[in-house]
């Protein structure tokens, strides 16, 4: 989803979150239409059971005053639109629409209004295939390549657990696929660099040395390679995986990375660390 400001569109930041989290959908409308009905039409034990948490909602996840005062204290502007999951759409909207079928008195009404009720909701959702069907490579439903990528990696590594860095789009997908490679950088890292909120300075701070390697390469800024080692030391980075059209691939081998192995697009290199690194799982079976 597009990041908003919450700073800069003030009240309206509601109003532009719903509208790119609903895409034009108009289902949270038939939520509040499903209220209204319940409170026009609904018995005692249906509106006790929906219309309370509605208020609660409306007073605050859907209060445009909310998130202004949210961002005082948290960072909500990538996140606000999360809130509008705990909207029981699924569970108000069929449950009212039963009830509207059910009040026709005979058999063909109930079937006339079934089939337009049907019909309101495709014409409100947005469709599936909109833009064309893609068949999945395999069963996980991954690019066959990065499952080829996290191969050579396990075929490659001393240890169970590996820690990786892989550019944005593989780096969100292997967190998926494979948990036994871990990830250098996690998505808000990845986000903040991105979109140029972190400035070269903070990429710099000595304190983070997985924010030097994506100085070098995300944000291409000049990294001495040795530093660039000195980063992948401290993070236990063994592998980098990236495109071969990325134009730091030379940059790995002058900061002492090989390569291990390549795929249909991308290469695989390793970094010798100086130290091995062991990830010990933490139990959870043991509750105190």
């Known amino acids: ?7 800069e569109q003030g009240l309206k930041y509601l109003f532009a979150c719903l509208n790119l989290y609903t895409e034009n959908c108009a289902f949270p409308m038939l939520y509040f239409a499903a209220l209204i009905f319940l409170c026009v039409r609904g018995n005692e034990e249906e509106r006790r059971l929906f219309l309370p948490g509605a208020v609660v909602m409306l007073l605050t996840i859907y209060n445009p005053i909310s998130p202004v005062i ?3 204290f948290f960072d909500v502007n990538s996140e606000y639109y999360r809130f509008f999951w705990i909207t029981p759409v699924i569970v108000l909207v069929p449950y009212v629409s039963a009830r509207l079928i059910l009040m026709q008195e ?11 009720l049907a019909l309101l909701f495709v014409l409100s ?12 490579e395999n069963g996980y439903k991954m690019p066959a390549e990065l499952i080829e990528i996290s191969g050579i990696i396990h075929a490659d590594a001393d240890d169970v657990y590996s820690k990786a860095f892989l550019e944005y789009d593989y780096n969100m997908q292997m967190r998926q696929y494979d948990p036994k490679i871990l990830l250098t950088i996690d998505r808000e890292d990845y986000m903040n660099a991105n979109q140029y909120d972190y400035s070269p300075e903070m990429l710099e701070d000595e304190d983070h040395p997985q924010y030097r390697i994506l100085a070098a ?3 291409f800024q000049d990294v001495e390679p040795g530093k660039f080692a000195e980063a992948l030391e401290k993070t236990h980075t063994e592998y980098v995986v990236l495109n071969k059209a990325h134009p730091m691939l030379s940059y790995l081998s002058e900061a002492g990375l090989r390569q291990i192995g390549e795929t249909g697009e991308r290469v695989v290199y390793k970094y010798d660390l100086a130290e091995p690194y062991h990830f010990d799982l933490v139990d959870y079976s043991v509750v105190y």
């Open 1 to 7: 989803m597009t990041v908003l400001n919450v700073a």
């Open 70 to 72: 949210l961002m005082h």
């Open 106 to 116: 005979t058999g063909k009404g109930k079937a006339v209004f079934a089939i337009l």
């Open 125 to 136: 959702g947005n469709f599936l295939y909109a833009n064309g069907y893609e068949r999945a």
């Open 217 to 219: 390469l995300v944000r």
